[in-house]
T-cell receptor, first 114, second 114 residues
Framework: KAGVTQTPRYLIKTRGQQVTLSCSPI?????VSWYQQTPGQGLQFLFE???????NKGNFPGRFSGRQFSNSRSEMNVSTLELGDSALYLC?????????????FGEGSRLTVL | AQSVTQLDSQVPVFEEAPVELRCNYS??????LFWYVQYPNQGLQLLLK??????LVKGINGFEAEFNKSQTSFHLRKPSVHISDTAEYFC????????????FGQGTRLTINP
C-alpha cells in the first residue's frame, strides 16, 4: 500500500508569490490534514478535510487555504508569501471517520521564501 | 484549549542505556495521547497511542508509555536504546471529538552516543 505522497518535495519562492502544494493520501483514506513545521513554532495544525469538506481549521491567516477533491487528494495554497512562511508543510491522512488521531504523514514539502 | 509540554528539548544517552522522554499535557476534557517519531528528512511516524483502557501502552521499536491521569503525564520509555533510535520525538494530544486535530509538543531530540 503506497504511503502519503506530497509534491513538490522542495521549492523556493520569493515574497509576494503564491504556492500550491499537493497531497495524495493513502488509498481509502478520506481525511487529510495539513501541518506547518518550523524551528520556532514547532508543529502547528493548519486544517483538515474530510469528504471534500473542511472539518477543522487552525489559527492561520486567510492567506492559507486548502481544498480536497472527490478522490481525496488535497491541495493547500499560500498566497502573498512572507519570509515567515518558510517551513516544512506536512500532509497526513487518516482512515478513521470519527477520528482517533492516528495519522499517516507524508515526507513533507519544504518551502523556502526569499 | 489543550497544550503539551515536553520537558526536555534534547536528551543524549549512550547506546544500550535506558531512556525516558517526558511529556505533560493540559486539557479540561478527556483527550487521546500519542507519541510520534521523526527521523531526519522524513515525516512523522506513529510510535504508540493511548485511547482508553490499560494505562501502559506498548508501541513499535520497543517503546512504551504510561498514561498518568492524576499527573497529566504520558512519558515515553525504552529499556535499551540503539543508534537507530536517534530522531526527534513528539508528544501530541487530540480531543476525543474531532480527533484529527493534533496539538504537538515542541519535540525532544534524542541523540544516541556509541
Amino acid at each position: 500500500k503506497a504511503g502519503v505522497t506530497q509534491t513538490p518535495r522542495y521549492l523556493i519562492k520569493t515574497r509576494g508569490q503564491q504556492v500550491t502544494l499537493s497531497c495524495s493520501p493513502i488509498s481509502g483514506h478520506r481525511s487529510v490534514s495539513w501541518y506547518q513545521q518550523t524551528p520556532g513554532q514547532g508543529l502547528q495544525f493548519l486544517f483538515e478535510y474530510f469528504s471534500e469538506t473542511q472539518r477543522n481549521k487552525g489559527n492561520f491567516p486567510g492567506r492559507f487555504s486548502g481544498r480536497q477533491f472527490s478522490n481525496s487528494r488535497s491541495e493547500m495554497n499560500v498566497s502573498t508569501l512572507e519570509l515567515g512562511d518558510s517551513a516544512l508543510y506536512l500532509c497526513a491522512s487518516s482512515g478513521d471517520r470519527v477520528g482517533t488521531g492516528e495519522l499517516f504523514f507524508g515526507e513533507g514539502s519544504r518551502l523556502t521564501v526569499l | 484549549a489543550q497544550s503539551v509540554t515536553q520537558l526536555d528539548s534534547q536528551v543524549p544517552v549512550f547506546e544500550e542505556a535506558p531512556v525516558e522522554l517526558r511529556c505533560n499535557y493540559s486539557s479540561s476534557v478527556s483527550v487521546y495521547l500519542f507519541w510520534y517519531v521523526q527521523y531526519p528528512n522524513q515525516g512523522l511516524q506513529l510510535l504508540l497511542k493511548y485511547l482508553s483502557g490499560s494505562t501502559l501502552v506498548k508501541g513499535i521499536n520497543g517503546f512504551e508509555a504510561e498514561f498518568n491521569k492524576s499527573q497529566t503525564s504520558f512519558h515515553l520509555r525504552k529499556p535499551s536504546v540503539h543508534i537507530s533510535d536517534t530522531a526527534e520525538y513528539f508528544c501530541a494530544v487530540s480531543l476525543i471529538q474531532g480527533a484529527q486535530k493534533l496539538v504537538f509538543g515542541q519535540g525532544t531530540r534524542l541523540t544516541i552516543n556509541p
